[in-house]
Structures are given as structure tokens and as C-alpha cells.
């Protein structure tokens, strides 16, 4: 797919099925490695940074068989290898195989995953965590070699709740010598989900999902089936694109027990909504009510991944909002987007912008330069009045299955070419 054109300026009607999520599949891919036998990974999305983890796993050996409920691995032949550096740089999460492989491999080498276009995304706190548990890193270029002479438990305390240092810690200290206590931990379900599939193959965490996390270490770990959590942010999306365009949706499975934060904005912003434990029950008029300040935090807070989306629905309308983005320092790469579609949005500084709505967006030609920014722009283009062509469609798929048949099954005049 190289393009996805919208025509925008009507209302959504429908229901959708929300995939799975992308955040929690990534890491529970990578501690497959951490068991032997045959992993059933039900409802894994199908999406491209998926398809690169799984590259990744097949390197190392493992058999990956996708089958109607999900992908099955198999990880009895794994052997001792060093994943290559495209595939590290090409997708940043690889960083959690330092933490699955680590257990079992006493020296190892890995590509470091590098910055990307959302910010430096550095991993100190991965590597400081890591040396707390016994593991020494040396650095040459673009490599890093981490060797140990036996994981051991310890305590550990996160300056900032890092979801990539989290997870790590977890895989880690699951094949560690002795107990380990992660304090100042990240709470997202996407930790929760690594602490429920690792506890199905036999470890011993508790508290995923809190800030703070004990494991006890075991020896080995079985294959287990586990059945990954629907995607917070693509309900996220969905329901935003709502407030923007107006309608009344069902969002299947959608996980609103996670989505406090959003649920809430969503509600401010106007928005009707029905919980129910199948999904979500959406009604909008497509007028948004104002916000005067939104700031992202870690969760509970508003979510960074859904920044770029609120801050789309914020660009139509009377008054004036304030947005902060705490997480990562360069997210506002969708801004010179927007403006090209009429936008009136001004960088006060480079972590807040302050959005001056206007009457409606104007369709445009537009280019996706990340993920969850290319989503944004599906949405202003389903809100503007005129056609809209969105470019580097890439990058959306590396989150979404396939999200131009989403909003099409909601109505929307939607292709993509
Ligand atoms: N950070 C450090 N040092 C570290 C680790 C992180 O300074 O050692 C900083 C980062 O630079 C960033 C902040 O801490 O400014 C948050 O980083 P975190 O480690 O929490 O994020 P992550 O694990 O790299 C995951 C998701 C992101 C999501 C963030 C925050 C995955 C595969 N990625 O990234 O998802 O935005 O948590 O919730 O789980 C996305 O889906 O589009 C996406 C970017």
C-alpha cells in the first residue's frame, strides 16, 4: 500500500472489531525465547512490526507458524545467535530480546536499537537495571555486549517508569538467581500482559501492572498458550476519529477498563459513551467541546501514543487548548501536517503547543513521518471537507492490521492504493 486517500465530512455508523494489542504482543514474542516448546500466541495482531519480530525469532531459530487463533512458536531448536543489525534498527522494540535472551545466554551481543523519529530513546535504564542483576556491557560502534557469570535477584529502582526497562527487568529476573523487587515500575497493561503470559509458563512475578513488581527466580520455563489483550490504542484512535467526525459506533473488545484516561478526555470532550464488557458504545455529534489544558503522562495518564490523535480533534472548533507531551521529546512531527489541511497550531516550546481551533480542515496531500502521527492524519482527513492523500502509509501499518477496512466497515469514504 503506498497511499490511502479519504474523503471527508460524514458521520461513522457501525461497529468495528479492535485487533489485538501491538504493545503487549511485541514483548510476550520475545519471551517466548525464554521457554522451551511450542507457544500458542492467540489474537497477535497482524501487522508489520509483528512480522519483524517474528523475522527476528526465525533467525534464532525458532519455527513460527501463524494458524486461525494466532501464531504458534516453536522455540526447541533455539540456538545461539546474533540477530542481524537491519532487523534490529528497523524496528526499536527488539530491545526486549536483551532482556528474554539474557537468562540463557551468559555473553551475548546485540545491535543497539538507536533513536527514532519520536525522540533519542535512549536505554540507561534498561543497561543500569541489568547491571544491578550482574550483567557488564561493553559498547563498540553500533554493538553492545552484555556477559554475566549467573543472573542474581536484587532491588532496583526505576528514576522513571520505562515500560522497555520494565519489561526487561521482569524477563530478566524471571530466569535470576534469587527474588528481585522492581520499585517505581511502569503500570501499563501492556506490563501486566508479560507478567500473566510469563506466570502461564511458570514464573513467579507479582505485581505486573503496578509500580511495584516482585519475582522470584525459576529455573526453566514451560511453552504456555496466552491470548493477547485487545489494542487500548486502537480503540483509542477509533473513538477519537469519533469525536471528530460525529456518529454512533460499537467498538468491539475494546478494553475500557484500561482507558480510563481516554474515557474521561473523551467525555469532556462531549462524547457519548456505554461500557459494556463486549466493548464500547460510542455516540457524536461531531462537535467537540473544549479542552483548555491536556498533558500526556505515564499510565493511568492520557496515553502519548493517542497524543497526535487528540490533538487532531482539537484543531476544529471555538477556543483554545493546550497540549503537553511529557513522554518523549519530539512528538509533534504530525504539526506542519495539519497546517497543510488549515490547522492553526503554534509550538510554544518543544514539548507544548498550543492548538487555535478553526472552522473545519481542508483535504490535502499529506505524508506520515511515524506511526500513531499517520493515524492522526487519517482522522483529519475523515474530518476535512475535500479529499485528503496521505503518504508513508508505511508507518501506519506497522500498528494497525489493516485500518482503512476498519473505518470503511464504519462507512467512511475511505481507499487505498
Ligand atoms: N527512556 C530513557 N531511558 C531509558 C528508557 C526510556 O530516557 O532507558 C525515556 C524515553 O526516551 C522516553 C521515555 O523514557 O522519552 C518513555 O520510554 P519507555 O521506555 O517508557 O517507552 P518504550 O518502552 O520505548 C513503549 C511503547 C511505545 C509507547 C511507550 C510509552 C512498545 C513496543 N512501545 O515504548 O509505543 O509510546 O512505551 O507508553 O511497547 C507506539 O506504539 O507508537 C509506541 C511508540
Known amino acids: 500500500m503506498n497511499h490511502i486517500l479519504c474523503k471527508g465530512g460524514m458521520p461513522l455508523q457501525g461497529s468495528v472489531k479492535i485487533q489485538g494489542s501491538k504493545n503487549a504482543a511485541l514483548p510476550i514474542l520475545a519471551a ?12 497477535c495482531p497482524k501487522i508489520s512490526d509483528v512480522y519483524s519480530m517474528l523475522y527476528l525469532l526465525e533467525k534464532l531459530c525458532c519455527e513460527v507458524k501463524w494458524d486461525l487463533e494466532g501464531v504458534r512458536i516453536d522455540t526447541r531448536n533455539v540456538r545461539k545467535c546474533e540477530p542481524c543489525k ?13 532482556g528474554a535472551l539474557i537468562g540463557r545466554e551468559r555473553d551475548l551481543t546485540i545491535e543497539s536499537p538507536g533513536g527514532c523519529v519520536i525522540g533519542e530513546r535512549p536505554i540507561n535504564l ?27 535477584g536484587t532491588h532496583i529502582t526505576l528514576p522513571f517508569p520505562s515500560v522497555g526497562a520494565t519489561e526487561n527487568v521482569i524477563m530478566a529476573a524471571t530466569l535470576a538467581e534469587g527474588k528481585t523487587i522492581l520499585k517505581g515500575a511502569a503500570m501499563e497493561p501492556e506490563v501486566r500482559a508479560l507478567g500473566e503470559f510469563l ?18 527466580g525459576v529455573r526453566n520455563l514451560e511453552a504456555a498458550t496466552y491470548e493477547i489483550p485487545t489494542d487500548r490504542i486502537v480503540a483509542g484512535t477509533y473513538l477519537l476519529t469519533l469525536a471528530g467526525c460525529g456518529g454512533n459506533v460499537f467498538l468491539q473488545n475494546a478494553p475500557a477498563k484500561d482507558m480510563k484516561a481516554v474515557l474521561e478526555i473523551l467525555r469532556e470532550l462531549g462524547v457519548g459513551l456505554e461500557l459494556s464488557g463486549k466493548g ?3 455516540q457524536a455529534d461531531g462537535h467537540v467541546k473544549r479542552i483548555p489544558f491536556v498533558k500526556t503522562m505515564p499510565y493511568p495518564g492520557f496515553p502519548t501514543d493517542l497524543q497526535s490523535l487528540l ?16 513522554v518523549f521529546e519530539n512528538r509533534f512531527k504530525v504539526v506542519d501536517e495539519l497546517r497543510k489541511m488549515g490547522a492553526c497550531i503554534e509550538k510554544i516550546d518543544e514539548r507544548k503547543v498550543c492548538i487555535k481551533g478553526v472552522e473545519c480542515l481542508r483535504g490535502a496531500g499529506v505524508k506520515a513521518l511515524e506511526l500513531r502521527g499517520g493515524a492522526a ?14 503518504q508513508g502509509v508505511k508507518y501506519i501499518e506497522r500498528g494497525y492490521e489493516n485500518i482503512c477496512r476498519d473505518y470503511k466497515e464504519l462507512g467512511a469514504r475511505i481507499t487505498s492504493g
Not at 543497561?127 to 557469570?149: P, R, Y
Open 280 to 282: 464500547i458504545f460510542v
Open 86 to 98: 537491519d532487523t534490529f534498527s528497523c524496528m526499536r522494540s527488539s530491545i526486549c530480546l536483551l
Open 311 to 326: 490533538l487532531t480533534v482539537l484543531t476544529v472548533g471555538e477556543g483554545e487548548t493546550i497540549l503537553e507531551e511529557t
Open 199 to 216: 506466570n502461564a509458563c511458570g514464573a513467579k512475578i507479582r505485581g505486573a501492572g503496578t509500580n511495584l513488581i516482585e519475582v522470584e
Open 126 to 152: 534498561h543497561l543500569s537495571a541489568l547491571e544491578k542483576m550482574g550483567v557488564q556491557f561493553t559498547f563498540e560502534e553500533s554493538k553492545i555486549h552484555a556477559v554475566h557469570h549467573g543472573l542474581h
Open 377 to 390: 492524519l487519517i482522522t483529519a482527513g475523515l474530518m476535512a471537507k475535500g479529499q485528503t492523500r496521505i
Open 32 to 43: 517466548t525465547l525464554m521457554t522451551e516448546g511450542i507457544c500458542h500466541i492467540r489474537n
